[in-house]
């Protein structure tokens, strides 16, 4: 087991996926259902995602390393770039957009909406994309899938237990920021290895 890996995954996934509007949706989720109910359909939600960027991340392993490690960097690039775009417009989201589009719904069925509803808002999200860069950068499909689908079950349970409060403390703007430092750091160190 490749704990680095897991370890980077958890750390980088964990920074970037913080100030991101999933987490800003299963907060208003957890406002409308019962908080375990949505953090099971959003657990669902990301294990699924995270499932598709590894593999993915699998097939891109197979290229040569060269070009793997350069859409690495670019990727990091462009992460960090929609981060600090972020930060700088001081968008604060509510997710309430995400949440509308959920029917009332009790049990399952609110499990079934917060599926849905993340499985929506994280398509295509830079966890996900970051996930697939460093599965096929590290070469570890299992330890980046556990310190993803960590990180983001952690975020996610951070929405629903303390979600309001650690926004009154740390500006989301502060989050986007520092995701953005973590995408950069991770440009330059995948670059070096590619220069080097």
Do not use: N
């Amino acid at each position: 087991m490749d704990l680095a890996a897991l370890a980077l995954t958890f750390g980088a996934i964990f920074v970037v996926e913080l100030p991101d509007k999933t987490f800003l949706a299963t907060l208003v989720l957890a406002t409308r259902y019962r908080p375990l109910l949505v953090w099971i359909g959003v657990g669902l939600a990301f294990a699924v995602q995270t499932g598709i960027a590894v593999a993915l991340g699998q097939a891109a392993s197979l290229l040569p390393p060269e070009v793997v490690q350069g859409a690495a960097v670019v990727l990091f690039l462009v992460g960090a770039a929609l981060l600090v775009r972020e930060g700088r417009s001081h968008q604060e989201e509510s997710g309430d957009e995400f949440a509308e589009r959920a029917p009332a719904a009790t049990g399952w069925r609110a499990v079934l909406a917060s599926f849905l509803v993340l499985f929506a808002a994280e398509w295509g999200d830079l966890s996900q994309l970051l996930t697939l860069s460093l599965v096929a950068r590290y070469e570890a499909p299992l330890e980046v899938f556990l310190g993803a689908l960590g990180a983001l079950l952690t975020v996610s349970a951070l929405a629903v237990i303390v979600g309001r409060s650690l926004l009154r403390v740390v500006p989301i703007h502060v989050l986007h920021y520092a995701g953005a430092a973590v995408c950069v750091v991770l440009a330059v160190l995948t670059l070096a290895e590619l220069l080097g």
